[in-house]
């Protein structure tokens, strides 16, 4: 069963269409990730997904209910993680979650025995008292998400959980995301971070400016870039200045550059990268740096796009 199914869903805000089409599916107990830079339209299709925009046109449906006729059923099934904290800061860990404990109509033994359960599941049963506008952004987090977990959805959204917190509070949040999906939770995982979407996902779907772009296994995109090899380098000078004579490069593919850095997609690095050092010297462009990169989930983005996955 599909636990999550998009057909045709667009949005548009006036003359800007932030969501073009957008199809794609989440099996019964996956995880899908929907991978992109920001602005891509990943936020404005969850946010259609769990009610909050109504579509323009198309539909969705979560556990096979549509969220356009059906969306207290959809709604139902869902538990979602908002990209900001909806949490109230004056509140401790454990108050914030009896909270909305009730406000999922949990009562009694049942809701203290799910608050006691989600804390566990959080790893915050020591802070558990304490007042959440003290945690960290990464403890703030990990509430944000044992707040979705209270009534036992069959699906949960978590929109970029993970951004801006320290690394020990990513760790903890992607492996909450692989025990609750062992436990056979089917979960939707925004992301800009592509090493995110390879470790977690069984599909992912890649958006860019609205559209998805590409949907798979991390091995079936992998694959639509076949042998090509990524190289980033480092400059002295303007990326600017030697972008242009690199495109001409025989073997360069793809070309992108942001802060000094440059990113090609080329078809044998071992071939093409003399002649990369040869023009950049008749530039007069010193490379302080070269990392060369098996295909990854950023190298289909740059064959797909052009540009590189960076925010």
Do not use: C
């Not at 957008?22 to 995880?31: L, M, Q």
């Not at 609750?180 to 939770?185: A, D, I, S, T, Y």
């Not at 390879?198 to 639509?224: F, N, P, Q, R, W």
């Not at 990524?230 to 070309?255: F, Y």
Request: proline share 3%.
């Amino acid at each position: 069963m599909n636990a999550i199914e998009v057909k045709n869903l667009k949005k548009s805000f006036g003359d800007f269409q932030a969501v073009q089409d957008a199809n794609f599916t989440a099996v019964s107990g996956e995880v899908l990730s929907l991978l992109g830079p920001n602005g891509a339209g990943k936020s404005t299709t969850i946010s259609m997904l769990s009610g909050l925009l109504n579509p323009t046109a198309g539909d969705a449906s979560i556990m096979g209910h549509s969220v356009m006729k059906e969306p207290a059923a959809a709604k139902k099934s869902l538990g979602v993680v908002p990209q900001d904290i909806a949490l109230y800061p004056d509140l401790s860990a454990r108050e914030n979650l009896v909270f909305w404990g009730k406000m999922y109509g949990l009562r009694g033994a049942d809701l203290k025995q799910r608050v006691d359960e989600v804390i566990e599941i959080i790893g915050l049963a020591d802070r558990q008292k304490d007042q959440v506008g003290k945690f960290s952004g990464g403890m703030k987090r990990r509430v944000n998400i044992g707040a979705a977990l209270l009534h036992k959805p069959e699906v949960v959204i978590m929109d970029e959980p993970t951004v801006g917190i320290d690394p020990q509070s990513r760790r903890h949040i992607l492996d909450n995301v692989k025990e609750l999906n062992q436990q056979g939770m089917t979960v939707l995982y925004t992301t800009h971070y592509m090493e995110e979407a390879a470790e977690l996902s069984h599909h992912i779907a890649i958006m860019d400016k609205g559209k998805v772009i590409a949907y798979g296994t991390h091995d079936e995109l992998i694959k639509m870039v076949g042998e090509q090899t990524r190289i980033d380098l480092t400059l002295n000078a303007e990326a600017a200045k030697i972008l242009s004579a690199w495109q001409k490069v025989d073997g360069v593919s793809k070309i992108d550059s942001l802060d000094g850095k440059v990113t090609a997609l080329v078809d044998d690095s071992n071939r093409v990268l003399p002649h990369l050092f040869e023009t950049a010297s008749r530039e007069n462009v010193r490379i302080t740096s070269v990392d060369i990169q098996e295909p990854n989930l950023e190298t289909v983005f740059l064959h797909l796009t052009g540009r590189a996955l960076r925010d």
